[in-house]
């Protein structure tokens, strides 16, 4: 099984290629800064995307009492009519019950 790399170890590695390619290309600091903060970037934002792929998460309103405030089902801390949960069982619970209102983030 092959390891998998932190985020920092994608990062520097980004970096080290980027930087690489600048190089390679002729560019001086300020475009090879430019490339590497890029780079970056890019493993950044997929490094966001595959947690929040990894960990979903559901919004739950209570439909008809928007203030609402306390905990609900499942020790679900309400508060201004509306919860977070990350567990796929709670938001399955108020999706099957009247009254609230899933939204998948």
Request: aromatic share 6%.
């Amino acid at each position: 099984m092959a390891k998998s790399s932190t985020l920092e170890e994608k990062i520097a590695k980004a970096e080290e290629e980027a930087r690489m390619k600048a190089e390679a290309e002729g560019l001086d600091e300020a475009a090879t800064q430019e490339a590497v903060n890029e780079a970056v970037a890019k493993v950044k934002k997929t490094a966001e995307k595959a947690a929040k792929e990894k960990n979903p998460s559901w919004l739950v309103k209570v439909k008809n009492n928007p203030d609402f405030c306390g905990i609900g089902a499942g020790g679900v801390q309400f508060a201004d009519g509306q919860a977070t949960v990350t567990s796929e069982r709670m938001a399955d619970w108020f999706t099957e019950h009247d009254g609230y209102e899933v939204i998948k983030r």
